[in-house]
């Protein structure tokens, strides 16, 4: 019986992957709402279901090692161990979450950002709760969503500067190669990186693309500029979410390895 019971709690943890994949796939796919599936299934209903099944195996442990014959404990074992990688793996995120800004609009260039193109502006407006493409230059206390006290500290910042603060290292890229050759790997470097491209114009040295991510199917978009810049040329990128207050960094980091990617194919 013991044993029986400890195999049931086994089971049950190795169902709390399938259910958080399941929760961010059905988003993916368009079976669930992203709202549902991360706020309600994930961050409400989660920790407590990870809880739930700690406790059940706990109880399992104890049970199976009470009294012999001791049969069973292996799988308590194991059903403990799932759920507690679980929640430091939370309060891990949780931590990094900390130290992010609650911005999901980034730029190598805040002050002079390129333009997302009219193509892109329009699959944008199709969405449903799309965040305003807004400038990077006001005080966030004029945003609407940055309104309330959570957000006093920040008040008379600028998306850019907070940016910048905490993204010293998204910065355009300079390259001696020719402005045609430059468009030409960004644009291979935004197909290469499974973007949708939405518009692209070489002439004007423009290309906007819209990223995907694979957890939940978050839509990030990305607007390219290459100009001129003495003789090579300068790369911006801007790359803002279209649902979602905090980015996790997400943007940042997608500007970081695309540029690194576009300097790769820039190497001769």
Not at 55 to 81: F, N
Not at 98 to 123: C, K, N, Q, W, Y
Not at 165 to 171: C, L, N, S, T
Not at 230 to 256: C, K, M, P, W, Y
């Amino acid at each position: 019986m013991r044993s029986s019971f400890a195999r049931l709690v086994l089971i049950l943890a190795l169902l709390l992957p399938v259910y958080f994949a399941g929760a961010a796939l059905g988003a993916r796919f368009g079976v669930l709402e992203w709202q549902l599936s991360l706020g309600t299934l994930i961050i409400t209903w989660g920790p407590r279901l990870i809880l739930g099944v700690l406790a059940l195996a706990v109880v399992a442990l104890i049970a199976t090692l009470l009294k012999a014959p001791r049969k069973g404990w292996r799988s308590a074992m194991v059903a403990m161990l799932i759920p507690l990688a679980a929640l430091g793996y939370l309060v891990w995120v949780r931590g990094q979450a900390e130290g992010i800004p609650p911005i999901h609009d980034i730029s190598t260039r805040p002050g002079d950002p390129p333009v997302f193109a009219p193509e892109l502006m329009a699959e944008r407006s199709r969405s449903p709760g799309t965040n305003p493409v807004v400038s990077l230059g006001v005080p966030v206390s004029t945003l609407e969503k940055y309104q309330g006290p959570r957000f006093a500290e920040l008040a008379d910042r600028t998306l850019g500067q907070i940016a910048a603060e905490a993204y010293p290292e998204v910065r355009p890229l300079t390259t001696a190669a020719t402005p045609a050759a430059a468009w030409a790997a960004a644009l291979a470097e935004a197909q290469g990186q499974g973007w949708t491209i939405v518009a692209q114009d070489p002439v004007a040295g423009t290309l906007d693309a819209t990223a995907t991510t694979f957890w939940f199917g978050f839509k990030d978009d990305v607007a390219v500029r290459v100009r001129p810049d003495g003789a090579g040329a300068v790369i911006d990128v801007r790359s803002t979410s279209r649902v979602g207050l905090s980015d996790l960094g997400a943007n940042a980091a997608r500007i970081e390895a695309y540029l690194d990617g576009v300097s790769g194919r820039l190497q001769p």
